[in-house]
């Protein structure tokens, strides 16, 4: 009995359990259910035996101490040995049971709990981050059928930009101090690493394969769904555009015949956007090449308006036209978006919940010349992370949505058929011509010369008479910063801007201007520093107008700061001050300077492009205009004054 106490001191349980979990802990769910129950019953077997064993060795105690004294530590090697190999064993078993379809969920599991699911972490472009959460849920739930546990949970995230996704690929999902995204930090605005990318051409997820960092490998297993590039105008534009356009209109004819009619064309921002790149390689796709090219895309470029904040997806663009209700854009854009457009369908974030019905819905033409979107699907494995049991789930959802697919969101199949209504105007075959690897490098290196840079001062008016109400009750400060931060949001990091208040201070007859920041490159921590700096605008608080010498500072400031120089002023009117520059000095300065800068005024005041101290400038200067600020909508105004500003115009 003696040894009996001894052997149970010293022979703790077998934590055989333990063990064969640990083991298999990497299983599909299934297996794992059928080896937790078997571990469990395997482990009560094998305690039952020890002590069943020791009962019986009880009644020798000299032997049984001598045994233990040599045998003891052999034992339960021996012991833990046997239970690694009978796991093994029953591994394999429960493996050929399930091959055979015998599935360990048919056996009573309720006492036992459900290990997390194997966690899938989708990237996909904006415009289908919707289509795809939905696409990933039904998958999930038809994985997890006739199961208790789940085996596999899909988060879905949308790239915030295309230039953040390939910086985020090439420099491995870390970042780099030593430089600057268009978004800041890599890891706060894209999330997590991928498992799964889906972007939206084979064209871009090869140019980024290409750059991408050695520890990553892209796979491209396929597409999953195709939708054409089309040109979109309200449905009232259509007979008005179609006098000008030939049998077969390419997408040049169509941009070109757009403002004839009556309208501007806009398209998202190819630099941050996916579908605003493919967009534009179409636009481009017939220019000469050398000086002659250039040209040409300028010219094209001159005819592509911004209408509100740099425009990351084409959801983007169409909840901008809804919000706004702007009737006279047309848009270059996927097709599928333009459904989304049509049925009222939520549109990103700035447009998250449906609506009854849109302002207005689109008509399409599909260009001649134009490429589709082919959305391949992308398997990303990370360095030290290959996982089996992940690649094959990677692999059914891939088979699952070529089987179930996108088509019953507006997509259309491989070959360009639409399996669903088709838009107004719409054919229910589209020929698939995909976009190539080389024409997305080409892109990328001429659309900073075709789209002209703009180099920036901005002035705001802090005179007392900008507390005074203006729009909507509002204060003429608070429209002034509301159009000031519209305008820093189209900065982009080819353009400079700066900015300054006027007067610097309280003083009565103070004439200058106080630089808040310096006219510099629009990299995202300078804009930054800007919206702050016009965020801490709380008060007019100046007793005078300088507005003669605040121009004057300013066109100091842009000297040999960047191409394509401009100031623009936001005032309520008139040059209030005693003493200062005169508008027959100002002027006389700007004509001697050859080739000044271009001067917008942005008049918040009711009356104040009218005011004698304003007209006496633009009257005398073909370089300057005055637009009234106080009624139009914020977004259409400065996208207004951008366009003209990158066209080399100020009318």
């Known amino acids: 009995q003696q040894a009996l106490r001894d052997s149970q001191t010293v022979l703790p349980e077998c934590p055989v359990g333990l063990g064969i979990g640990t083991f298999i802990a990497g299983a599909p769910d299934r297996v794992v259910e059928f080896l937790q129950q078997l571990a469990t019953r395997v482990g009560g077997w094998l305690r039952s035996a020890g002590r069943w064993l020791l009962v019986r060795l009880g009644n020798a105690r000299v032997q049984v101490r001598v045994w233990l004294g040599s045998w003891r530590m052999r034992w339960i090697t021996l012991l833990y040995a046997s239970a690694v190999l009978l796991a093994v064993l029953l591994g394999a078993g429960a493996g050929w049971l399930v091959n055979k379809g015998l599935s360990p969920s048919d056996t009573p599991s309720d006492a036992l709990p459900c290990r997390q699911p194997l966690e899938l972490r989708v990237l996909t472009a904006p415009e289908s981050r919707d289509v795809v959460q939905t696409a990933a849920g039904r998958f999930a739930a038809n994985q997890a059928a006739d199961r208790r546990c789940r085996p596999v949970h899909l988060t879905v995230f949308a790239q915030p930009s295309f230039s953040d996704v390939k910086y985020a690929f090439a420099n491995g999902w870390e970042d780099d101090p030593s430089q600057q995204t268009q978004q800041g930090d890599i890891r706060r605005f894209i999330g997590p690493q991928p498992d799964i990318w889906l972007p939206g051409s084979s064209a871009v997820a090869d140019y980024i394969a290409g750059e991408s960092h050695p520890d990553i490998d892209l796979e491209r297993k396929g597409s999953i769904a195709t939708t054409p590039v089309v040109f979109a105008v309200p449905d009232s534009y259509r007979q008005r555009i179609e006098p000008y356009l030939p049998a077969a209109p390419k997408l040049r004819d169509l941009v070109e015949a757009a403002p004839r009619a009556g309208l501007q064309v806009a398209r998202p921002d190819p630099t941050m956007s996916e579908s605003g790149l493919l967009a534009t390689a ?117 088979a699952w949505l070529d089987d179930n697919g996108l088509r019953d969101a507006g997509f259309r199949d491989l070959t360009g058929r639409s399996h669903n209504q088709a838009l107004n105007g719409g054919d229910a075959g589209e020929e698939v011509r995909r976009f190539e690897e080389e024409e997305i490098d080409d892109t990328l290196a001429v659309y900073p010369r075709a789209r002209p840079p703009v180099t920036l001062a901005i002035a705001i008016d802090l005179s007392g008479s900008m507390n005074s109400p203006g729009l909507q009750q509002r204060s003429r400060l608070d429209r002034a910063r509301e159009l000031a931060g519209q305008a820093l949001e189209l900065v982009g990091p080819a353009d400079a801007v700066g900015l300054a208040r006027f007067p610097s201070g309280p003083e009565p007859n103070d004439v200058t201007s106080l630089a808040l920041t310096e006219v510099q490159p629009g990299q995202r921590i300078h804009i930054d520093r800007t919206e702050k700096s016009l965020a801490g605008l709380g008060v007019a608080d100046g007793g005078s107008t300088p507005l003669y010498n605040a121009i004057s500072d300013a066109v100091d400031r842009l000297d040999a700061r960047g191409a394509n120089p401009a100031v623009i002023v936001f005032t309520d009117g008139d040059n ?74 100020t009318s």
């Open 282 to 398: 179409d636009l481009y796709r017939a220019s000469p090449e050398g000086a002659a090219g250039n040209s040409d895309r300028k010219f094209l470029e001159g005819r592509i308006a911004s209408i509100g904040a740099p425009l990351t997806s084409a959801h983007d663009l169409l909840c901008a036209i809804r919000n706004n209700f702007n009737p006279d854009v047309a848009a270059i854009l996927p097709e599928q978006t333009v459904l989304d457009y049509n049925q009222a369908k939520p549109l990103g974030v700035g447009c998250a919940r449906p609506i009854a019905r849109p302002p207005e819905p689109y008509h399409v033409f599909y260009p001649a010349d134009a490429r589709s979107l082919d959305y391949p699907f992308v398997r990303v494995t990370w360095a030290g992370q290959a996982d089996e049991v992940r690649d094959v789930m990677i692999d059914r959802f891939k």
């Open 576 to 649: 209030h001050i005693g003493g200062g520059l005169t508008a027959d000095a100002l002027r006389d300065r700007l004509i001697g300077m050859g080739s000044p800068p271009r001067i917008i005024l942005l008049a918040v005041g009711p009356k104040a492009c009218d005011e004698p101290d304003v007209t006496a400038l633009t009257k005398s200067s073909k370089t300057t205009v005055c637009h009234d600020a106080t009624n139009e909508e914020p977004d259409r105004l400065i996208s207004q004054t951008f366009a003209e500003l990158r066209m080399g115009t």
